[in-house]
């Protein structure tokens, strides 16, 4: 059974920056992605960015190298978001999903989730 647990959410300033941590147990042994959403004011579940087990990324909410990183520590077993020049904007719940196969955009293509971790941007 895959468990998917973030964290690292918490208060930051505007302009700053975060690391929002998905540790993953129970992952199948073939390809799978992880991938992490997010649901912001006034926005339906929104793809952030993807890793596969390939190591292979999809960046949604921006352009690749843009203000989302995604990365994985393999011995750890964590994938890692990390957000720079946070903006009010940017204040939500920000889950992370695993799925066996290719990195999908959609959050419906996803099978397990954690529980998500709050994120708030504000002075």
């Known amino acids: 059974q895959v468990q998917l647990v973030e964290s690292g959410g918490g208060l930051v300033q505007p302009g700053g920056s975060l690391s929002l941590s998905c540790a993953a147990s129970g992952l199948p042994s073939v390809n799978y992605a992880i991938g992490w959403f997010r649901r912001v004011a006034g926005k339906e579940h929104e793809g952030v960015s993807c890793i596969q087990s390939s190591g292979e990324r999809e960046s949604y909410a921006d352009a690749p190298g843009g203000r989302f990183t995604i990365s994985r520590d393999k011995a750890k077993k964590t994938v890692i978001l990390e957000i720079k020049d946070l903006s009010p904007d940017d204040t939500g719940i920000y889950t992370c999903?695993?799925?066996?196969?290719?990195?999908?955009?959609?959050?419906?293509?996803?099978?397990?989730w954690g529980q998500g971790t709050q994120v708030t941007v504000s002075s």
């Open positions: 999903a695993a799925r066996v196969g290719h990195c999908k955009r959609a959050s419906f293509m996803y099978n397990d």
